[in-house]
């Protein structure tokens, strides 16, 4: 079980390798996509340093449901999955593995970026590193709700516009919290409500989702 | 042994089979004819437990395939319509880093090794995205020399796209299995003798 | 049977409708405005209650695999929609007088929208799914990964609420409620499960027409019209 999940792990950090251009096309999105705030609501910096955190964690969760969609899509139309669910491991350590790997790709280096976007909004120090701690704790549950909609939408028409459709609801609280947090903090408020809540939807979504994506890659197989 | 009862798939409206009866003992190969659309793809795939079937029950060894899923799913191997190779990977890579999720773990030489003999000597080391049809399909194929350990083959086509030197490559690996106690279910639209003894039905 | 609830339905609709707009007292905070909760209300009930039954279908379909259900869970996903719509609208209206704006960030209102989208996703799920056996199913999962976020989103809109701007404004009324404005709500309440049941069994007898024309079992299952 744990050496299937090594496996899968290194198999897609080497395809990731081969195709280097899915992480920098993401990468330039978060950066274009957060670059466009400041020419819309002005380059005042103080107006900037209020909506700065939740511009980048929005941008973050676009990034996120950008990437999205290719998290079992190759694997199913090239077949590698029906080996996955026929291989007699469990399917939700695999499954945890893709997510996890599929996270480490497109997810971790968008949080380790946002801090320099961060600067962009003249956001403090103080503000930049908390910001990079619930981007730590947020985007791995991104990965995980936004999986499950991947596997639902297997080999639907339409696929990755209905993938957002279905998940963004579930994105709210994270958005919530994520980007509550260092508002919160801004305002010398507490912030351990907020991250203890993060690191809950965290665990909570790592035992839960497998079981719904594993599920939801059976029904997309029959 | 397996052991198919009362099976019926329908996909809509369109019956694709109703009431299939059949059994597969250790040793036997088993044939799945029938033209375009008939069913032997989806028959395939109830049999290995990727799909439901509508009605009807697979047994192995005198259990439910379903019930005990996880033990069925270990002694299957299954080789689909798509080779499940990653295109950007080498042919080598590709087995290298599949094989010990099916539970074999050869060593790169033995790896290596069975990919000259299906003749891939010369691009095994190229991502598979260079590759024809053929040569992925023998990519996939080179798989069935480690997969010993499962016993229940169930092949979909595994004739497609092969010249005739891999395809009696491919039919003395088939055999070798059998006779060494295996079983084997495979569909094929086309008409040459594969395994002599293999019983066939016919879904027409 | 639809028939016989689509009456129940009118009727008690009437009846709600007069008890609220002309037996109900005016409200001295906000006048006559307040009389759309008479709408309002029993439609976000509605909204929330349709989208429980819906996933317990969905579920029963899913783990037993009985189609009947899923169907059942099929035929009430628009009116739930409808009925989040219908209260995210008469919200505004009421929140146009009372707020003084057509849309306010406030807790129950963007939990509502939220749900609307969660009927949406749902929807737009089974509609791009062309077997309709593995759309009952994939719609399933999403309904129930649903259920378990509906109180996750709820609590967190309101963390978020509070924290932004202060509960100073809120739907809940003041406890000393007229007994006139009570039996007008439960009435109009009543009308909408009526309508509701109404157009989902005649939904779902379309459904299973649909889907099952040449199945043999439709014979003798006559019992769900």
């Not at chain 1, 996890?100 to 320099?116: D, F, Q, Y």
């Not at chain 1, 459709?165 to 919160?184: D, E, N, S, T």
């Not at chain 2, 491919?170 to 106690?181: A, T, Y």
């Not at chain 3, 929609?81 to 919200?91: D, K, N, S």
């Amino acid at each position: 079980m744990y050496k299937a999940f090594i496996f899968i792990l290194r198999k897609e950090l080497l395809l990731a390798l081969r195709q280097k251009t899915d992480v920098v096309t993401v990468l330039f999105f978060f950066l274009i996509v957060s670059s466009l705030f400041p020419f819309a609501v002005g380059p005042d910096l103080n107006t900037l340093k209020i909506i700065g955190p939740g511009v980048v964690w929005v941008g973050a969760l676009l990034c996120s449901l950008l990437a999205l969609h290719r998290v079992f899509e190759t694997d199913f139309s090239d077949g590698s999955l029906e080996y996955l669910v026929l291989s007699g491991e469990p399917l939700t350590v695999l499954v945890l593995a893709k997510i996890g790997s599929h996270w480490l790709i497109t997810g971790l280096p968008v949080v380790i970026v946002a801090p320099l976007i961060g600067l962009q909004f003249g956001l403090s120090a103080g503000s930049l590193s908390l910001l990079l701690i619930t981007l730590l704790l947020g985007t791995p549950v991104l990965s995980l709700m936004g999986s499950i909609g991947a596997a639902l939408t297997l080999g639907v028409r339409g696929g990755a516009a209905l993938t957002s459709i279905l998940i963004l609801p579930f994105y709210v609280p994270v958005l919530i919290f994520g980007a509550g947090a260092v508002v919160a903090d801004l305002q010398g408020l507490s912030i351990e409500g907020h991250l203890s809540i993060l690191i809950a939807m965290l665990c909570l979504s790592v035992a839960l989702v497998p079981i719904a994506v594993a599920n939801a890659i059976k029904i997309a197989l029959e | 042994m397996l052991e198919i009862q009362n099976l019926g798939f329908a996909r809509g409206k369109n019956v694709l089979f109703e009431n299939l009866n059949f059994s597969v003992k250790a040793g036997e190969a088993f044939r799945v004819t029938g033209s375009n659309g008939s069913g032997k793809t989806t028959l395939l795939r109830i049999v290995s437990g990727l799909c439901r079937p509508d009605n009807g029950v697979v047994i192995w060894d005198r259990d439910l395939a379903r019930k005990n899923n996880s033990e069925f799913v270990k002694s299957v191997n299954f080789l689909g319509h798509d080779d499940g190779l990653k295109k950007q990977l080498t042919a080598t890579e590709n087995l290298k880093l599949m094989l010990p999720l099916l539970g074999a773990s050869p060593s790169d030489r033995d790896v290596e090794s069975a990919l000259d003999a299906a003749g891939l000597e010369a691009v095994k080391h190229k991502p598979v995205m260079h590759m024809s049809a053929g040569q992925k399909r023998r990519v996939a194929l080179t798989r069935l020399d480690f997969m010993n350990h499962r016993v229940l083959w169930i092949l979909d086509e595994p004739f497609t796209s092969l010249d005739v030197t891999a395809i009696s490559g491919l039919v003395l690996k088939l055999r070798k299995h059998i006779d060494s106690g295996g079983l084997l279910i495979f569909t094929t639209h086309q008409d040459f003798d594969v395994v002599s003894e293999a019983l066939s039905l016919s879904l027409d | 049977m639809a028939v016989f609830f689509f009456l129940l339905a009118s009727i008690l609709t009437v009846w709600g409708l007069y008890v609220g707009f002309f037996v109900a007292p005016t409200d001295f905070q906000q006048g006559e405005s307040y009389r759309i909760i008479f709408i309002h209300v029993p439609a976000a009930w509605m909204s929330m209650l349709i989208y429980l039954i819906m996933s317990f279908w969905a579920a029963i379909g899913l783990i037993m695999n009985t189609r009947l259900s899923s169907m059942m869970a099929h035929a009430l996903a628009p009116t739930g929609a409808l009925m989040t719509f219908i209260a995210l609208w008469t919200g505004a209206f009421w929140g146009r007088p009372t707020w003084g704006a057509w849309w306010v960030w406030d807790a129950r209102l963007t939990s509502e929208l939220i749900l609307l989208f969660l009927y949406i996703g749902y929807m737009a799920l089974r509609a791009s799914i062309e077997d309709p056996r593995r759309a009952d199913r994939a719609s399933a999962i999403l309904a129930l990964v649903g259920i378990v976020n509906v109180p996750i989103i709820y609590f967190s809109v309101q963390w978020w609420n509070t924290l932004h701007q202060g509960a100073s404004v809120s739907l809940t009324k003041s406890p000393s409620m007229a007994t006139s404005m009570l039996t007008g709500m439960l009435v109009m309440a009543l009308a909408f499960w009526m309508y509701s049941i109404a157009v989902s069994l005649i939904r779902v007898r379309r459904i299973i027409r649909d889907r099952e024309a040449n199945a043999a079992w439709l014979s003798d299952s006559s019992g769900v019209q």
